[in-house]
T-cell receptor, first 115, second 114 residues
């Protein structure tokens, strides 16, 4: 299970506050992803980054921001503009495509609760 | 946009029976189809995957079949055990500007009754 870590495991936030979720990987992967998981909704892509200093919006980017200053790190900030931030957040990374195979490795997740 | 439909959303079987989960995808350019298993409160983990140049792949009690013409693929678990109880997600790769990305189905909660 090592290689990609997320912290904290649980996070509580008051309405109107920004919070930052950490994601670190030592797998030397170029690509990193942030997903949001809600019950019955599967995994929805928030942001992704295929290389350092570059990132792209996913399907549900509104109210979130990211940075990719280092290959190993891809922090996610949940801003006060996100109307319903309570969810389980998963970070993932993947090596370069090899023969069309893109296995993604997931972190243990952060459960964010807005009080 | 691209979409992956997964059925059923819940599945309950007796220990020893088989379980089948089906997914359909919309992007005809998709060429990689992984299946992830997520136990309660844990991270999703890859259990099997298949590429578009293969019609079937097996790994012990699990197998995946792919029908590119119909754009659907299925996960088959035989001789189910209580430890197979989890949420299973299918996914399909995306081409174009977001090459390498995956679109996930909404998941199937499998319960195996002893």
């Amino acid at each position: 299970d090592g290689g990609i870590t997320q912290s904290p495991k649980y996070l509580f936030r008051k309405e109107g506050q920004n919070v930052t979720l950490s994601c670190e990987q030592n797998l030397n992967h170029d690509a990193m992803y942030w997903y949001r998981q809600d019950p019955g909704q599967g995994l929805r892509l928030i942001y992704y980054s295929q290389i350092v200093n570059d990132f792209q919006k996913g399907d549900i980017a509104e109210g979130y921001s990211v940075s990719r200053e280092k290959k190993e790190s891809f922090p996610l900030t949940v801003t006060s503009a996100q109307k319903n931030p309570t969810a389980f957040y998963l970070c993932a990374s993947s090596p370069p495509l090899a023969g069309g195979r893109n296995e993604q490795f997931f972190g243990p997740g952060t459960r964010l609760t807005v009080l | 946009g691209e979409n992956v439909e997964q059925h059923p959303s819940t599945l309950s079987v007796q220990e020893g029976d088989s379980a089948v989960i089906k997914c359909t995808y919309s992007d005809s350019a998709s060429n990689y189809f992984p299946w992830y298993k997520q136990e309660l409160g844990k991270r999703p983990q890859l259990i099997i995957d298949i590429r578009s140049n293969v019609g079937e792949k097996k790994d012990q009690r699990i197998a995946v079949t792919l029908n590119k013409t119909a754009k659907h693929f299925s996960l088959h678990i035989t001789e189910t055990q209580p430890e197979d109880s989890a949420v299973y997600f299918c996914a399909a790769s995306i081409k174009g500007g977001s090459q390498g990305n995956l679109i996930f189905g909404k998941g199937t909660k499998l319960s195996v009754k002893p």
